[in-house]
């Protein structure tokens, strides 16, 4: 059974190029006859893994293809990615599969409400990579997956193809604890990295701020009902800042290249989930405010 993925950003680059390197079936869906023309220019997607390129000329189609679709890794952004698979719904299989490897809280919701029924599966990742050109994505940092459904329990037969790709994986029935820590941990840091302006390791410099957004972070996660995502989250953060010092956030990158952020799914959705739990959080909010307004003086989107 063929792997369909969209998005051809870092992620859904990176393991459409493990799995075909693998030998298994995979069809890139871009989203118009545009983005596949340069696609085919480009000779396909370029995986660049400890200084090695390697060139994977996969299949592709535009979203208007009438092939169907029994499993389909999600790989956009969160803002993109309900309309995405609303476009795919009618291509979508009876039992289809979707891999939602989107940031924050919120989308996977979205995203279920427009294919109602399809299995969605959630994926938290701390693999990292970036693209260094159209259809390139290098691969910067081993990390690991967590996989799970929080329907349904019972692990899909597919996992061993994952480690057939060298993906490392895990399937959890706490997959969405995954999804609240990695809200926080993003919470923690992205953020304050637009609003310094520095790499993930220039937030040393700030001590103060992080802890106090970790400690408010903390009483959010208890307050919603995920306290085991709550646990030892300022030590987590600490580490990641340290782990990844050299690394520009996503939310960096994104606001240097003038393009649209997840902030309604990361921030915002922390600060709506607060908001309806009646958690007074005033550091949390405030860093809201501030981003929001340091979008808005650059001219990008504020949702």
Not at 28 to 46: F, H, M, N, T, V
Not at 87 to 97: C, D, G, N, S, V
Not at 155 to 171: S, T, V, Y
Request: hydrophobic share 45%; charged share 20%.
């Amino acid at each position: 059974m063929s792997w369909h993925v969209l998005g051809a950003g870092s992620l859904g680059t990176l393991w459409a190029a493990r799995l075909a390197r693998a030998g298994l079936p995979v069809t890139l869906i871009l989203r118009d006859e545009k983005r596949l023309a340069d696609y085919r220019r480009a000779g396909g997607l370029s995986l660049v893994e400890n200084g090695q390129r390697t060139l994977h000329p996969l299949p592709a189609e535009t979203l208007a293809d009438t092939a169907p679709i029994h499993r389909l890794l999600l790989a956009c952004k969160a803002y993109d990615a309900a309309s995405a698979v609303a476009a795919l719904a009618p291509r979508l299989a009876p039992k289809a599969e979707l891999l939602l490897l989107q940031n924050g809280i919120g989308s996977q919701e979205e995203v279920a409400a427009q294919a109602p029924h399809a299995r969605c599966i959630l994926v938290s990742s701390t693999e990292g990579a970036f693209r260094r050109a159209d259809f390139e994505v290098v691969f910067a940092g081993h990390g690991f997956n967590w996989l799970g459904d929080p329907l349904d329990p019972t692990p899909p037969g597919w996992l061993a193809q994952l480690e057939q790709a060298g993906i490392p994986r895990q399937w959890t029935p706490d997959i969405l604890t995954r999804l609240w820590r990695k809200l926080a941990l993003n919470c923690a840091i992205n953020p304050l990295t637009v609003l310094h302006d520095c790499r993930n390791g220039g937030l040393a410099e700030h001590p103060a701020e992080v802890a106090i957004l970790c400690a408010e972070l903390g009483e959010l996660l208890e307050g919603c009902g995920q306290p085991a995502a709550a646990e030892h989250l300022h030590d987590d953060v600490q580490r990641v800042i340290q782990a990844t010092a050299a690394n520009h956030s996503s939310m960096h990158q994104d606001v240097a290249a003038g393009r649209r952020t997840e902030v309604a799914y990361l921030l915002g959705r922390a600060c709506a989930v607060a908001e309806r739990h009646a958690l007074d959080l005033p550091h949390l909010r405030a860093l809201h405010q501030r981003l929001l307004a340091h979008l808005a003086a650059r001219g990008l989107p504020v949702h």
